[in-house]
């Protein structure tokens, strides 16, 4: 017997892969937890439990068995995606609605795992960004850059009962994304350069938020590594919107940021890794899937710049969600032996 002979090996299960997803989102989350504080952690958690509490009522409602589905850890990777997408302080209710959305709506309305066209997380996202807009704004400060700091206990309190210190403001423990801060200072016509002078701006973009962005790479190196997903997406993507900005930037240095601040910024390498690689709701084909990307890498960009939402990453996945069948058939393999014909 050959002790080197090719082995077929045994495909990932969708438990493992989706298992897979959640451990890669670990370095952002720990990365996470250190610059802004365990306020996440307690919007994960609150995801988690409503993704599953909201899949198995869904499962027992079409008569399908609850287990199986339960622990193939699909509603996690949801609730995770859209609790790190969603402001850490934001009352439980927010994050409780808009996984129950993404789960019962979004995934369950179309037949469940492998049949939903959009990405459930980002859908979630947008129905809360639409509805509950001030809620959607209250981001807490990077250690450090708060004029005050809320221990953990005082954070529960707020998420759940909405009460802060005495004498203590949201504005003190809240601010602006550096995304949202930098499309408000350019409409009051401030230079780049003064704008990225304020204290929130690190080296490449947000104090804190850059770092947290470096973790998901980390993540997305890993997913890469174990092939849970191709370099596709993720390469093509970045370099659409490193493309776009550098042009814009060249163009006019002192309105327009550079392209490593879009890539650190708000979603964009938590999309290009863990979000738009989305197996279900991305294309299948390798042609399809430059096309999608390039496409959202475009639009992510402008909805950003131009658009009224500073940061672009979840309408430019719903948008391209909306194309894959076209961009899948039109991207078919020719049928083999018969010219000019697709499948």
């Given at each position: 017997m050959a002790l080197f002979s090719p082995f077929v090996s045994k495909p990932d299960t969708v438990s493992r892969i989706m298992f897979k997803v959640l451990l890669a989102l670990v370095p952002g989350i720990?990365?996470?937890?250190?610059y802004y504080g365990p306020a996440i952690l307690v919007s994960l958690t609150l995801a988690s439990l409503t993704a599953l509490g909201t899949e198995a009522l869904m499962l027992k409602l079409r008569n399908r068995p609850i287990a199986p589905f339960l622990k193939d850890n699909s509603a996690l990777v949801t609730g995770w995606l859209l609790a790190l997408s969603i402001p850490s302080l934001a009352p439980w209710w927010l994050i409780v609605v808009g996984t129950a959305f993404s789960i019962a709506i979004v995934k369950h309305l179309y037949g469940g795992l492998g049949n939903n066209p959009f990405s459930p997380a980002m859908a979630g996202f947008a129905v809360l960004i639409i509805s509950f807009p001030v809620q959607m704004t209250q981001w807490i400060s990077p250690h450090g850059l708060g004029a005050v700091e809320l221990g953990f206990l005082e954070q529960l309190e707020y998420i759940f009962l909405g009460v802060l210190p005495p004498n203590v403001s949201l504005d003190a423990i809240t601010m602006a994304t550096p995304l949202d801060t930098l499309k408000t200072r350019l409409h009051l016509e401030e230079p780049i350069k003064q704008i990225f002078a304020m204290p929130i701006y690190g080296r490449l973009a947000g104090q804190g938020s850059e770092m947290v962005s470096l973790g998901f790479v980390l993540g997305g190196f890993y997913l890469l590594a174990t092939r849970v997903i191709t370099w596709h997406i993720p390469v093509v993507f970045l370099g659409t919107l490193f493309a776009v900005a550098g042009i814009f930037h060249l163009a006019d240095p002192l309105h327009y940021a550079a392209p490593l601040f879009h890539w650190f910024?708000?979603?964009?390498?938590?999309?290009?890794?863990?979000?738009?690689?989305?197996?279900?709701?991305?294309?299948?084909?390798?042609?399809?899937?430059?096309?999608?990307?390039?496409?959202?890498?475009l639009l992510t960009y402008l909805i950003r710049v131009f658009g009224n939402f500073p940061d672009g990453v979840a309408f430019a996945t719903l948008l391209m969600n909306l194309c894959v069948p076209l961009i899948v058939l039109y991207t078919q393999p020719r049928v083999f032996g018969k010219k000019g014909e697709r499948p």
């Open positions: 720990a990365l996470y937890v250190w910024s708000g979603a964009a390498l938590l999309g290009a890794f863990f979000i738009l690689t989305d197996p279900v709701t991305s294309p299948t084909t390798y042609k399809g899937k430059l096309i999608y990307a390039a496409g959202a890498g």
